[in-house]
């Protein structure tokens, strides 16, 4: 299934969707404050940011229905991409800490100067190229620029909402309307791509006739066009897509830079220096709070991607509901969506630590879907899991800023952090998709799973059961008890915002003692 990959990133079903055809745009919720400006810039920044990453994860399979890439090198270019792309974190927070402050900022150059090389390496993943021997390096090589260089905007753009307010408040209505935009976003992407190239593409049925040289008897049989030319029907809708996305990629970093302005750290001196990378990560990986935060979310984070993940493998294979799948899918989507400002009120109303419980909603509806499969509890179940990822999704990236805070004020003068957190953080929830999938492939794997097949041996339906209901079960309640003994509290919470205050005057004036004494 689908992930805002995005750090965080929605990993939903898109495919679904592609194949599918349209979707009813939805209306974005309202929040239960209503950002400023610049917050709203944000979200529709990252919004579009997110359509990209949605479409995006169709290469892999739109690669595979080229004759001369296997599934196999599809799925290793998959691996290599995504590798590429975590390695790319840390490696982007090391470079960002010591960029200096302009008139735009320290974060925006990041997202402007990789933009257009964004857009490029995106319209060349979905070009076919006229030779077939290098066809599976060419899609390696710009998958994996295209995962580096939305790592090198995803860190930023992530570390921005530290630099947008000081007000705890303020950050975490921005957080909420970011993370609605990017679930509709991952929404609206698969959605817009699936609109431009549903006439590639010939619907898939399953039939009782089984091919030459094989001994299954239920065969989804799908055809293609012919993709081996790169100026056929399907090569051209594909570049179509491409470049309607990447137009809209560019609209959404000319919202996020008019519509955001960057506030330089408010805490720090100017005499302060930022701390050292290598430093600075040692501190961070040592700071409880955080290994708390990430330990617990890196658990839950792998338990609904591999909820997500196999969700509607499950509703296909073992529940017999194979027509409804798709629309499963958007249930899941909206769900989330509309959902992430319910639980905005929710954490303002019982405090984010208590909040997170509520991830642990889906875990008894799954397991009920296993034992009773059924196509109103499938829907119910759809309903539930949206809730359940949208609090995933809200509550680390609402908690991390309270814990960045906590670090500033034990160590006061230092600054530059923030993108340490942030890069190390975005690489934690990569890691988490990894593992994720990584399970998810290899236990299918296994047991004997073949893509194509209509009817999988009982060894898979039973992996599927244990992968939606045991696996995620385990993970989530795991994770949440870690969550018990993160320290940070909402009494915490404003003793540090009123300590914070006082740093930040102090600050201002020792500076403008500083100056006096300069002029003098």
């Given at each position: 299934m689908p992930s805002p990959e995005p750090g965080g990133q929605l990993s939903l079903p898109v495919q679904a969707l592609r194949e599918g055809g349209g979707t009813t745009p939805c209306a974005v919720p309202r929040?239960?404050?209503?950002?400023?400006?610049?917050?709203?810039?944000?979200?529709?920044g990252w919004s579009v940011r997110c359509a990209m990453a949605g479409a995006a994860k169709g290469i892999p399979e739109r690669s595979a229905e080229a004759e001369e890439i296997t599934p196999f090198h599809a799925s290793l270019v998959l691996f290599i991409g995504k590798a590429s792309g975590a390695v790319t974190d840390p490696v982007a927070g090391f470079f960002i800490s010591?960029?200096?402050?302009?008139?735009?900022?320290?974060?925006?150059?990041?997202?402007?100067?990789?933009?257009?090389?964004?857009?490029?390496?995106?319209?060349?993943?979905?070009?076919?190229?006229?030779?077939?021997?290098?066809?599976?390096?060419?899609?390696?090589?710009?998958?994996?620029?295209f995962q580096a260089l939305t790592t090198l905007f995803q860190v930023p753009y992530s570390a921005l909402t530290m630099f947008l307010s000081t007000d705890q408040k303020e950050r975490d209505s921005a957080t909420a309307y970011r993370m609605t935009m990017e679930v509709l976003g991952t929404l609206i992407?698969?959605?817009?791509q699936g609109q431009i190239v549903a006439s590639a593409h010939v619907s898939h049925h399953c039939t009782v006739n089984p091919p030459v040289n094989t001994t299954d008897s239920w065969y989804d049989t799908s055809s293609f066009p012919d993709t081996s030319d790169p100026l056929s029907h399907q090569a051209k809708v594909y570049m179509i897509a491409a470049g309607v996305i990447g137009c809209v990629y560019l609209l959404g970093i000319i919202i996020l830079f008019l519509g955001v302005k960057e506030k330089d750290d408010p805490y720090a001196l100017s005499s302060d220096r930022a701390i050292p990378f290598c430093k600075g990560l040692g501190l961070t990986m040592k700071h409880?709070?955080?290994?708390?935060?990430t330990a617990s979310f890196l658990l839950i984070s792998t338990a609904v991607q591999l909820e997500q993940s196999n969700f509607v493998l499950f509703c296909t294979h073992a529940a017999?509901?194979?027509?409804?799948?798709?629309?499963?899918?958007?249930?899941?989507?909206?769900?989330?969506?509309?959902?992430?400002?319910?639980w905005q009120k929710i954490l303002q109303r019982f405090g984010k630590k208590c909040a997170s419980f509520g991830i642990a909603w889906m875990t008894p509806f799954a397991v009920m879907l296993v034992t009773i499969p059924n196509l109103i509890l499938a829907y119910f179940v759809a309903f539930v899991s949206g809730l359940s990822i949208a609090a995933s999704l809200l509550l680390p990236w609402s908690m991390l800023p309270d814990v960045v805070d906590n670090f500033r004020l034990q160590n006061p003068h230092g600054k530059g952090h923030e993108t340490i957190f942030y890069s190390s953080y975005v690489f934690f929830t990569k890691m988490s998709a990894g593992i994720g999938l990584g399970i998810s492939a290899a236990g299918l794997e296994f047991t004997g799973y073949k893509p194509g097949i209509c009817r999988q041996p009982s060894d898979v339906i039973l992996t599927l059961k244990i992968l939606i209901g045991a696996v995620p079960a385990i993970?989530?309640?795991v994770g949440l008890f870690i969550l018990l003994f993160y320290p940070i509290t909402e009494e915490s919470r404003r003793e540090t915002k009123l300590a914070l205050e006082v740093l930040r005057r102090s600050h201002q004036s020792?500076?403008?003692?500083?100056?006096?004494?300069?002029?003098?």
């Open positions: 929040l239960p404050s209503a950002p400023r400006p610049g917050h709203a810039g944000a979200g529709r010591k960029s200096r402050w302009t008139k735009i900022g320290r974060l925006m150059p990041w997202m402007l100067a990789c933009t257009p090389f964004t857009v490029v390496s995106y319209f060349f993943m979905w070009y076919l190229p006229p030779f077939v021997s290098g066809r599976v390096a060419w899609y390696l090589t710009f998958y994996c620029l992407g698969a959605a817009l409880g709070p955080y290994v708390k935060l017999d509901l194979r027509s409804h799948f798709q629309y499963l899918v958007v249930t899941i989507l909206i769900s989330a969506a509309v959902s992430i400002p319910f993970l989530i309640f020792t500076d403008t003692l500083d100056k006096e004494d300069t002029s003098v």
